[in-house]
């Protein structure tokens, strides 16, 4: 072989390597088993973070208003839809941090859900009252649902969740109904609505396993439950006089149910108006326990072991954490990291738990079984955070 | 009143008052705030609502979080238009 051929192979050889090099520079092949968001509400961005190593990765902007921003995932987990308060429903990519498509489509909405299949997203929306359901691929509409009340008046639409048989279940704030879709053909769409849900329902929670649907209520002392097994045994109260006659405390923020509330057989649910976080039999809806907390819960969230229940509360002291022990029913732990608490969010498996600090303008991650701090780290006005692990669970 | 006690305030009423308005206090589940939804409605009404709350509604009262020099204080920027 001449030299000039070997020299020829050896360029080619480097820059073959050089190509290689610069490839996987860049496109390191990564899941997204471990990574998550955190809204940033007051300035319309996200922050993409990983939970393995407790790191921000990046910031996602362009949201518009995050006020009460919630996420729900793809089920490849590639991809978090964004439901901003303004009706902006916008689709981020984890990997790219990037916003790969984005729609206003309402004037005001409160959350969204993903299908049983991936396939569909429907948001809960205040203006126009009703709900709206998107391709999850092209964010096109595919179906437009009035929440067009028995009073013949458009109502806010709250507690919309996924559940099975391709279905989604809210309610009516305003008139006080539940309203089960089933889209499993989206083109015939099935609705069956069920009036007297009970007095201003603020939120829903569709529990793990997909069979109840818990309404929470603002205007009474109770809860509202439909076991989506049977809708046809219709809705049950329960929790009734929950309050015990004490007079409500004025609600300087709503509880917020989320389908972290089961563990076993009891659900952990936050009381309205009373420093108490309720605790009820699955199997009768009795109340098994009413335990005494610091002040009004907003979130009451299950550890994914199901040993432990952290709270926080609300305004004026939201600087402020909780956690109940479930074996004994029992606050084992009370601390303060900071103000402004908005949301807590445990990885998978539960050994430790992120929590916003919307007042120190930074989140924190916590060890659930030493409460040890292990990261803290900034981000601005901080409120949901939620982990992409949330795919392949129902009803988040 | 201080201009670090008007920064609070503010505070307040993006973030707390925002939870049910929203940040932007262009609603949510209680009304909007701007200055266009509130044309019309006199100081004192607005001023009474914030202290003693609207109880059959969600609306608490904020009588223990704010005096009346304050409460009329953000009134003021409500109805000139503090929301964006």
């Known amino acids: 072989m001449s030299v000039t051929g070997k020299k020829w192979r050896m360029i080619t050889w480097m820059a073959t390597l050089l190509a290689m090099v610069l490839l996987s520079g860049c496109t390191t092949l990564r899941g997204t088993g471990d990574l998550g968001l955190v809204v940033e509400r007051a300035s319309g961005s996200v922050q993409v973070l990983e939970n393995s190593h407790n790191t921000l990765l990046g910031s996602v902007t362009g949201l518009g208003d995050l006020s009460h921003a919630t996420a729900v995932f793809s089920r490849d987990g590639r991809y978090a839809f964004v439901f901003g308060r303004d009706g902006g429903l916008s689709k981020v990519d984890l990997l790219t941090m990037q916003v790969v498509n984005r729609v206003i489509q309402a004037g005001n909405s409160i959350g969204g859900a993903i299908s049983q299949d991936g396939r569909l997203l429907a948001v809960a929306n205040y203006t126009p009252g009703g709900v709206r359901i998107f391709d999850t691929e092209t964010l096109q509409m595919k179906l437009d649902l009035p929440a067009l009340a028995a009073d013949g008046k458009l109502s806010k639409v709250v507690g919309l969740e996924d559940a099975p048989g391709q279905s989604f279940v809210f309610s009516l704030f305003d008139a006080g109904e539940i309203w089960l879709l089933d889209v499993r053909d989206i083109n015939q769409p099935k609705v069956q609505k069920w009036t007297q849900a009970g007095l201003q329902p603020y939120d829903g929670l569709v529990t793990p396993d997909g069979r109840y649907y818990l309404a929470g209520l603002f205007g009474e002392d109770g809860m509202t439950v439909l076991d989506l097994w049977h809708p046809e045994k219709g809705l049950r109260r329960i929790l009734q006089g929950y309050g015990r006659g004490e007079a409500k405390l004025p609600v300087y923020k709503m509880p917020h149910l989320e389908g972290w509330a089961v563990a076993g057989n009891l659900v952990f649910l936050p009381a309205v108006g009373h420093h108490a976080v309720l605790v009820a039999d699955l199997q009768n809806w009795q109340e098994v326990a009413h335990i005494p907390v610091h002040s009004q819960p907003v979130f009451a969230m299950v550890r994914p072991d199901n040993r432990q229940v952290w709270v926080n509360f609300a305004f004026p002291d939201n600087d402020t954490l909780q956690v109940i022990d479930i074996p004994t029913l029992k606050v084992i732990k009370a601390f303060r990291p900071g103000k402004g608490i908005m949301h807590m969010e445990f990885t998978a498996k539960g050994e430790e738990v992120w929590i916003s600090l919307r007042d120190e303008d930074r989140v924190e991650v916590y060890r659930t079984d030493t409460f040890e701090r292990v990261a803290a780290l900034p981000a601005s006005a901080p409120s949901g955070i939620f982990f992409a692990s949330r795919a392949h669970r129902m009803g988040l | ?84």
Not at chain 2, 34 to 61: C, D, N, R, W
Request: net charge negative; proline share 7%.
């Open chain 2, 1 to 84: 009143m201080e201009s670090s006690r008007q920064q609070e305030l503010l505070h307040l009423l993006r973030q707390d008052c925002g939870s049910c308005h929203g940040l932007r206090l262009l609603g949510g589940l209680g009304p909007p705030l701007t200055a266009s939804a509130l044309q019309g409605k006199p100081k004192e009404y607005l001023q009474q609502i914030i202290l003693h709350g609207v109880p059959e509604q969600a609306m608490p009262p904020w009588k223990g979080f704010l005096n009346q020099e304050e409460v009329g204080w953000l009134v003021d920027r409500l109805l000139e238009g503090v929301a964006e």
